[in-house]
């Protein structure tokens, strides 16, 4: 069952995959789309597979800002969460850009400020 699934702009794709990496050396399942679709996969019908098998969301913030694709997953995991299902959403700074302001309240990871300590404190926060 995949464990960890990563909410990302394409344009942030490198930073993303080496997160991915990291999380699936440490022991995770991870679902990056890269890694999960494939030509001639259906996207949606993919990313409706990994989101509900997660336990947590990363969603990763870009320099570039949200888009509908990202803003769709950690909206739908949000709603999941309050409905009462065990996922919790892990924010991460990964190349900038903002959070919304529904989850302004919530602890970040800064992989910007310092990778290292990003990494170590997302890999705290799951368990």
Request: overall charge negative; some cysteine.
């Amino acid at each position: 069952m995949v464990n960890v699934f990563l909410c990302h702009r394409k344009a942030d794709a490198a930073l993303v995959e080496r997160l991915a990496i990291e999380l699936r050396g440490a022991g995770h399942q991870v679902w990056l789309d890269d890694w999960r679709i494939g030509v001639g996969d259906s996207i949606v019908a993919e990313i409706d597979k990994g989101l509900p098998s997660s336990h947590y969301l990363v969603t990763c913030y870009s320099a570039d800002g949200p888009s509908d694709w990202t803003d769709r997953e950690w909206q739908s995991t949000l709603h999941r969460q309050l409905a009462g299902h065990p996922v919790k959403i892990l924010p991460a700074r990964i190349s900038g850009g903002v959070r919304p302001a529904i989850l302004a309240d919530i602890a970040y990871a800064d992989l910007v400020a310092d990778w290292n300590k990003g990494v170590t404190d997302l890999l705290r926060a799951i368990r």
